[in-house]
């Protein structure tokens, strides 16, 4: 065990690299480059072993990587945003393989317009692929959560690959200090992964993802991975709590922070909740009794500890750093579809910000917490609200306004 | 390849095995299913086919399937990117001794023209360019069958299809995919058919013994989406070769070498008559000019062809 400074790419290569993976296959695409490049320096440096392959694409790097688990090795890969996208076939695709992996996304918001910083559509498109979710908020979740992602994604009640989420540049490029387990831990934690009937093999001929004739069969399988996805609630508490007892980090599939007594809660996911968990010491030093819920697990969704956490509360903020076009935050629908019919459920207030990176102040978590409040006294929801302040509106305008003088000098001119 | 160590001989030479099991949904007379089966005896059952969408697809539906190896079907675009993650997990494993080398399998792709001369090309390419020990067949015919053959990458020209089904027939001209992979300088290529089941089985026992990226590529007379008699299958493709319009060829040691040259080569409206696509041509007008620009097309590939 040492205790080093890693970004949160670092992070998810030293997960990578304890779990001793032997196959990954690759494409470059920041904010994730960083991942595959220490894990290229590692093997050809002789530090690890495995074999790391860079394919012309993500479509095809999914493609590759669930063939190699199909036959029965340790996997693991990284991308974000448009490669994520780019490979969507093939994730819902290989999710219906049955095959065990890790593929962690660094997130960044979606082309168009095209940028690099983070927001949570892109991993959100991957919702109802099969994939299971963890969404991390520090560098040390990142790591640990790989070695986890291994556990759960090859526990012969699941066998389905995992989607492990960190935050471009908030977590991808930010230094943490980060404790890095020894090998031999990791090796009790993880063992070597036995396929068991996973394989292709001359003795043992198999027909993987063969086509099906009519809805029967394939409601069949399609039940059959939705019910491995569940097994997967509690297969994580167990892995979870293993993993805490042997290396003293606690990740439970939803962490509550300060929410015991709290009236308000705060509900987001990822590196921002870091900020509302700020925002929460503040509040409670202001006196206000509030508090913060951090689902890690989105795959499957931790449905009854949301329930057991939110009932009795008088308020939620659904803080959503994504924006389903035309309907507005995912997660806030998802809280609420599970809240739905549960006497005492708390009233849900949707807020959608941090698109592309944008910052969500202090004053902005004050003023979400303040919105409930008066909501729950009344009773009644207000409209989702897309965070954005007058200033930011002005400097558009300005821009705007700057671009069209050029241009009409220009056409003088 | 008269100089080449071959178990292929004569027609009697030829396996009887017939490894690949019967009963699948193709359709009667299906040129490309000719090929399979003609590959596969010659391959045999430590194979894992991975597959593209296309027709074959069907091969495998649950919970049957007419091979005695395995299969992994993948999508239409990455096949080759399968292949890569299986034989990259089957070296692993022989690597680390996890795995008996009697265990290891041939990894074989199998895919439709629509897959390799458009969508999976890329990936194709990929794969050759690093090197992939695989063998990918091509059951080539000329069209999207398995969505009722519109035009595809390899569609000849005034062939009509699902989308081209008015006028001339198709404008474009076939893309040449034997030359493409040509150019990456694979270990090995060669154009085949059904109706040749000799110089078929010689080379694909000749790709079985060289390592690397390797295509067999083979024209597959489709009654369904050509248009005619499926009785005609063999027909046709014999007339596929006698004509020229399909030339018999490898690449092999940077050299491309014709396995066969027809002499004398049959008029190409023999093969073209024969099938409902190419009807315009002669019904309810003979189209003399185009008939013979197709004909100066295969004149002029074998005055001079690629040796
Ligand atoms: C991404 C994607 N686009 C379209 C399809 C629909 N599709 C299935 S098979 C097929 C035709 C494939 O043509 P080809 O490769 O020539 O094989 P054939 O059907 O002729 O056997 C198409 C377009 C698909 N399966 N996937
Ligand atoms: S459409 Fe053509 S290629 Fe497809 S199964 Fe039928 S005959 Fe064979
Ligand atoms: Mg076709």
Same mark, same amino acid.
């Given at each position: 065990?040492?205790?080093?400074?890693?970004?949160?790419?670092?992070?998810?290569?030293?997960?990578?690299?304890?779990?001793?993976?032997?196959?990954?296959?690759?494409?470059?695409?920041?904010?994730?480059?960083?991942?595959?490049?220490?894990?290229?320096?590692?093997?050809?440096?002789?530090?690890?072993?495995?074999?790391?392959?860079?394919?012309?694409?993500?479509?095809?790097?999914?493609?590759?990587?669930?063939?190699?688990?199909?036959?029965?090795?340790?996997?693991?890969?990284?991308?974000?945003?448009?490669?994520?996208?780019?490979?969507?076939?093939?994730?819902?695709?290989?999710?219906?393989?049955?095959?065990?992996?890790?593929?962690?996304?660094?997130?960044?918001?979606?082309?168009?317009?095209?940028?690099?910083?983070?927001?949570?559509?892109?991993?959100?498109?991957?919702?109802?692929?099969?994939?299971?979710?963890?969404?991390?908020?520090?560098?040390?979740?990142?790591?640990?959560?790989?070695?986890?992602?291994?556990?759960?994604?090859?526990? #012969?009640?699941?066998?389905?690959?995992?989607?492990?989420?960190?935050?471009?540049?908030?977590?991808?490029?930010?230094?943490?200090?980060?404790?890095?387990?020894?090998?031999?831990?990791?090796?009790?934690?993880?063992?070597?992964?036995?396929?068991?009937?996973?394989?292709?093999?001359?003795?043992?001929?198999? #027909?993987?993802?063969?086509?099906?004739?009519?809805?029967?069969?394939? #409601?069949?399988?399609?039940?059959?991975?939705?019910?491995?996805?569940?097994?997967?609630?509690?297969?994580?508490?167990?892995?979870?709590?293993?993993?805490?007892?042997?290396?003293?980090?606690?990740?439970?599939?939803?962490?509550?922070?300060?929410?015991?007594?709290?009236?308000?809660?705060?509900?987001?996911?990822?590196?921002?909740?870091?900020?509302?968990?700020?925002?929460?010491?503040?509040?409670?030093?202001?006196?206000?009794?509030?508090?913060?819920?951090?689902?890690?697990?989105?795959?499957?969704?931790?449905?009854?500890?949301?329930?057991?956490?939110?009932?009795?509360?008088?308020?939620?903020?659904?803080?959503?750093?994504?924006?389903?076009?035309?309907?507005?935050?995912?997660?806030?629908?998802?809280?609420?579809?599970?809240?739905?019919?549960?006497?005492?459920?708390?009233?849900?207030?949707?807020?959608?910000?941090?698109?592309?990176?944008?910052?969500?102040?202090?004053?902005?978590?004050?003023?979400?917490?303040?919105?409930?409040?008066?909501?729950?006294?009344?009773?009644?929801?207000?409209?989702?609200?897309?965070?954005?302040?007058?200033?930011?509106?002005?400097?558009?305008?300005?821009?705007?306004?700057?671009?069209?003088?050029?241009?009409?000098?220009?056409?003088?001119? | 390849?008269?100089?080449?160590?071959?178990?292929?001989?004569?027609?009697?030479?030829?396996?009887?095995?017939?490894?690949?099991?019967?009963?699948?949904?193709?359709?009667?007379?299906?040129?490309?299913?000719?090929?399979?089966?003609?590959?596969?005896?010659?391959?045999?059952?430590?194979?894992?086919?991975?597959?593209?969408?296309?027709?074959?697809?069907?091969?495998?539906?649950?919970?049957?399937?007419?091979?005695?190896?395995?299969?992994?079907?993948?999508?239409?675009?990455?096949?080759?990117?399968?292949?890569?993650?299986?034989?990259?997990?089957?070296?692993?494993?022989?690597?680390?001794?996890?795995?008996?080398?009697?265990?290891?399998?041939?990894?074989?792709?199998?895919?439709?023209?629509?897959?390799?001369?458009?969508?999976?090309?890329?990936?194709?390419?990929?794969?050759?360019?690093?090197?992939?020990?695989?063998?990918?067949?091509?059951?080539?015919?000329?069209?999207?069958?398995?969505?009722?053959?519109?035009?595809?990458?390899?569609?000849?020209?005034?062939?009509?299809?699902?989308?081209?089904?008015?006028?001339?027939?198709?404008?474009?001209?076939?893309?040449?995919?034997?030359?493409?992979?040509?150019?990456?300088?694979?270990?090995?290529?060669?154009?085949?058919?059904?109706?040749?089941?000799?110089?078929?089985?010689?080379?694909?026992?000749r790709a079985m013994a060289i390592k690397g990226p390797k295509l067999i590529l083979a024209l597959a007379p489709c009654p369904t989406g050509w248009d005619f008699d499926p009785k005609l299958?063999?027909?046709?493709?014999?007339?596929?070769?006698?004509?020229?319009?399909?030339?018999?060829?490898?690449?092999?040691?940077?050299?491309?070498?014709?396995s066969k040259t027809p002499h004398p080569r049959k008029p190409v409206k023999e093969y073209l008559s024969l099938q409902g696509r190419f009807a315009h041509l002669f019904e309810p007008q003979?189209?003399?000019?185009?008939?013979?620009?197709?004909?100066?097309?295969?004149?002029?590939?074998?005055?001079?062809?690629?040796?």
């Amino acid at each position: 065990m040492s205790r080093v400074l890693l970004t949160g790419n670092g992070a998810a290569a030293w997960g990578a690299r304890l779990a001793r993976v032997d196959y990954v296959p690759a494409f470059p695409i920041t904010p994730q480059t960083e991942i595959i490049e220490s894990l290229a320096s590692w093997i050809d440096g002789g530090e690890m072993r495995g074999r790391l392959v860079t394919l012309e694409s993500e479509h095809s790097m999914l493609t590759a990587a669930g063939a190699a688990a199909a036959t029965g090795v340790r996997v693991f890969s990284a991308t974000s945003s448009q490669g994520l996208l780019y490979a969507m076939e093939m994730l819902y695709t290989v999710a219906g393989w049955r095959t065990p992996f890790v593929l962690v996304n660094v997130s960044r918001g979606l082309s168009a317009p095209i940028t690099l910083e983070p927001d949570h559509n892109d991993v959100l498109a991957a919702r109802d692929s099969g994939f299971l979710q963890i969404h991390c908020a520090d560098c040390q979740e990142v790591l640990d959560s790989v070695l986890i992602a291994y556990r759960l994604a090859e526990d #012969s009640r699941v066998r389905q690959p995992v989607l492990v989420n960190l935050d471009g540049f908030y977590l991808s490029f930010t230094r943490e200090p980060v404790t890095v387990p020894g090998p031999d831990e990791v090796d009790d934690f993880l063992p070597a992964f036995d396929a068991e009937s996973i394989a292709f093999r001359a003795s043992a001929p198999e #027909s993987q993802a063969v086509a099906v004739l009519g809805g029967g069969p394939y #409601s069949y399988f399609r039940y059959e991975t939705h019910l491995a996805l569940l097994n997967g609630l509690t297969v994580y508490d167990e892995v979870a709590a293993d993993f805490a007892e042997r290396f003293g980090r606690a990740h439970p599939a939803v962490e509550a922070y300060r929410c015991d007594d709290a009236e308000i809660v705060l509900l987001m996911m990822g590196s921002f909740a870091t900020k509302a968990r700020a925002a929460v010491d503040n509040l409670r030093d202001a006196g206000q009794r509030v508090g913060l819920l951090r689902p890690r697990l989105l795959r499957p969704f931790p449905a009854h500890s949301l329930v057991a956490q939110l009932v009795g509360k008088r308020g939620v903020a659904v803080i959503d750093q994504n924006i389903s076009m035309g309907k507005g935050g995912v997660l806030h629908a998802e809280v609420a579809s599970v809240l739905y019919g549960h006497k005492d459920a708390p009233l849900l207030v949707s807020f959608v910000g941090g698109l592309g990176g944008r910052d969500i102040s202090p004053e902005e978590f004050f003023e979400m917490v303040k919105v409930v409040a008066a909501a729950a006294q009344r009773g009644e929801a207000p409209p989702p609200r897309l965070l954005y302040t007058e200033d930011e509106l002005r400097e558009i305008r300005k821009l705007q306004t700057l671009a069209h003088v050029e241009r009409n000098s220009l056409g003088e001119g | 390849m008269s100089d080449v160590e071959t178990r292929f001989h004569r027609f009697k030479d030829l396996p009887s095995t017939q490894l690949l099991g019967t009963g699948t949904p193709m359709c009667a007379g299906c040129g490309g299913l000719q090929a399979l089966h003609e590959i596969y005896d010659v391959l045999g059952e430590k194979t894992v086919f991975v597959n593209a969408a296309g027709c074959m697809t069907l091969l495998s539906v649950y919970p049957f399937t007419p091979f005695r190896g395995s299969w992994l079907y993948t999508a239409m675009a990455s096949a080759p990117a399968g292949a890569q993650g299986v034989r990259d997990a089957l070296d692993i494993l022989l690597e680390q001794e996890r795995m008996p080398p009697e265990e290891d399998l041939r990894v074989v792709v199998l895919t439709g023209d629509g897959a390799a001369y458009g969508m999976g090309l890329s990936a194709t390419s990929g794969a050759i360019e690093r090197g992939l020990d695989f063998l990918y067949i091509v059951y080539d015919n000329e069209g999207y069958g398995n969505t009722g053959q519109q035009y595809s990458g390899a569609t000849p020209h005034a062939a009509r299809t699902a989308t081209s089904r008015m006028g001339g027939g198709f404008r474009g001209d076939k893309k040449d995919l034997f030359d493409i992979w040509v150019a990456h300088r694979p270990a090995y290529a060669a154009t085949v058919i059904g109706a040749e089941p000799l110089d078929l089985a010689r080379k694909v026992e000749r790709a079985m013994a060289i390592k690397g990226p390797k295509l067999i590529l083979a024209l597959a007379p489709c009654p369904t989406g050509w248009d005619f008699d499926p009785k005609l299958t063999v027909d046709i493709g014999r007339l596929a070769v006698r004509t020229g319009i399909w030339p018999l060829k490898e690449y092999v040691d940077g050299r491309v070498v014709h396995s066969k040259t027809p002499h004398p080569r049959k008029p190409v409206k023999e093969y073209l008559s024969l099938q409902g696509r190419f009807a315009h041509l002669f019904e309810p007008q003979r189209n003399a000019a185009e008939l013979t620009r197709m004909q100066a097309k295969v004149d002029e590939y074998w005055a001079d062809p690629a040796t």
